[in-house]
């Protein structure tokens, strides 16, 4: 059991549940603690007033053993979490994610949130909700991140709600809420954010139907001269891969700023030109990331001295014969373990198949997929996602497929696909999908 004293804010977590009590209180909030202390060591532990005020001073963790024996720890000063705030009001979402999928959005949109005070409104995350997935968006100017988070539960209907989090905020819901050791691409510790109009309240809700640790933070109220990074970075992405072979000046901290999102989420990151116009550089890694990285204006002096710098390093090293387009193999081909592993034959999987990896059968993926779909009567690519075990993206793949033959429905915006095969036709569906990859 662990008492904590964190700044302005006195927080006990007994029986799974967080008691917080405000330090505008005084004195009285730290009676009342140590009263809450007493009651649950009723018999034992007897910790004198004066002691505990002494030990509460200051920024002070205490833990109390089976023996209960008494320890303090330095733990971080600042936290902004409401103290028993009571009636939160009525929910205007209500959101499960798991803690391992919130945890790494947040980690790596937070360094392209804007640190410069002459632009408040840029220093904030911005969470877009809907049906299926939560968008965690962030930008100073010169860079970009957004990160997308699958939603394992949304009790709101409508796309196009936001809101939110300031980065003091963040850095705590990642200091309190900690995903298991288990490495699982799908997890249990799921967390449910409730969103009202005043508050933001993340409890710790386990997978399992048992409520633990909740803590409610204050509601930042969202700016309406917030930029909309989805219509700029969906524009953005569209130009990717357009623009001719260019140079492009930019900071090599904003470009470090990648690094986390390449970090968090293990796996490379994908850099493609815009469009001539734009100068800027689209940054993907994986299914759930994608940024910007904008150019950096540099005056014609710098532009001057690296033309020289340019011509330089062509004497130096050579000019190289471009007009046969080719590049000469002076390495050989690197090739990781894990990309071969990864990397499909292209022979192998035809265009429009879905490429499982490892040693599934395509096939037995697709079978699985409208067993899940008929069976429950709902086409949700994120219910794919949950019951299969697999990424967003494939689990996409597999429900287009579904709609190639007829299966399911169109897309409708986030909303469900309209299922259009019966229950009592699943079997024969199961025996036409099979037969049909045997042709």
């Avoid at 008492?3 to 977590?13: H, K, S, T």
């Avoid at 100068?279 to 532009?303: H, K, N, Q």
């Avoid at 996602?385 to 897309?411: C, H, N, S, T, Y």
Wanted: hydrophobic share 40%.
């Amino acid at each position: 059991m662990t008492a904590v004293y964190v700044g302005p804010a006195l927080v006990c977590p007994l029986d799974c549940d967080y008691w917080i009590g405000s330090a505008e209180d005084g004195d009285a909030a730290v009676s009342a603690m140590l009263e809450h202390l007493r009651s649950y060591f009723a018999g034992g532990h007897r910790m004198g007033m004066g002691d505990a005020m002494e030990a509460l001073k200051g920024v002070t963790e205490i833990s109390i053993d089976e023996r209960k024996n008494v320890t303090t720890t330095e733990v971080p000063d600042d936290i902004s979490a409401i103290t028993n705030p009571g009636d939160v009001g009525p929910d205007r979402m209500k959101l499960i994610v798991s803690a391992r999928d919130f945890r790494a959005g947040l980690k790596s949109v937070i360094p392209h949130v804007s640190k410069d005070e002459n632009t408040p409104v840029l220093q904030r995350v911005r969470a877009y909700v809907s049906r299926e997935n939560m968008l965690l968006g962030a930008s100073d100017r010169y860079t970009m991140g957004m990160a997308c988070v699958s939603l394992w539960g949304n009790e709101y209907d409508d796309d196009g709600e936001a809101f939110e989090l300031e980065p003091r905020t963040v850095s705590e819901i990642l200091t309190v809420f900690k995903p298991g050791k288990v490495k699982d691409e799908v997890s249990d510790d799921n967390l449910e954010i409730r969103v009202t109009d005043r508050f933001i309240v993340i409890t710790d809700v386990a997978g399992i139907g048992i409520p633990g640790k909740s803590v409610t933070w204050p509601r930042t109220a969202n700016d309406e001269s917030f930029p909309d990074l989805r219509k700029l970075l969906g524009s953005m992405v569209a130009q990717a891969g357009s623009a001719s072979s260019r140079a492009m000046n930019t900071n090599g901290q904003f470009l470090a700023r990648f690094e986390v999102a390449a970090r968090v989420y293990d796996d490379t990151l994908k850099i493609e030109p815009t469009s001539e116009n734009a100068g800027a550089l689209v940054l993907s890694c994986g299914e759930s990331f994608v940024g910007l990285l904008m150019p950096v204006r540099i005056s014609e002096e710098v532009a001057a001295q690296q033309a020289a710098n340019q011509r330089a390093w062509d004497g130096w090293l050579g000019q190289v014969d471009m007009g046969t387009g080719e590049i000469p193999d002076v390495f050989p081909e690197p090739k990781s373990e894990k990309a071969e592993q990864e990397e499909p034959d292209a022979e192998e999987v035809p265009e429009g198949q879905i490429s499982a990896g490892d040693d599934e059968d395509p096939v037995e993926l697709l079978c699985q997929a409208a067993t899940l779909v008929v069976t429950a009567q709902h086409g949700s690519v994120s219910m794919l996602q949950r019951k299969m075990r697999i990424g967003f993206a494939r689990a996409g793949l597999l429900m287009d497929e579904l709609q190639d033959r007829e299966v399911v429905g169109p897309a409708d915006g986030s909303k469900a696909r309209e299922v259009l095969v019966a229950a009592d036709g699943l079997e024969d569906l199961l025996v036409e999908l099979r037969e049909d990859a045997d042709v």
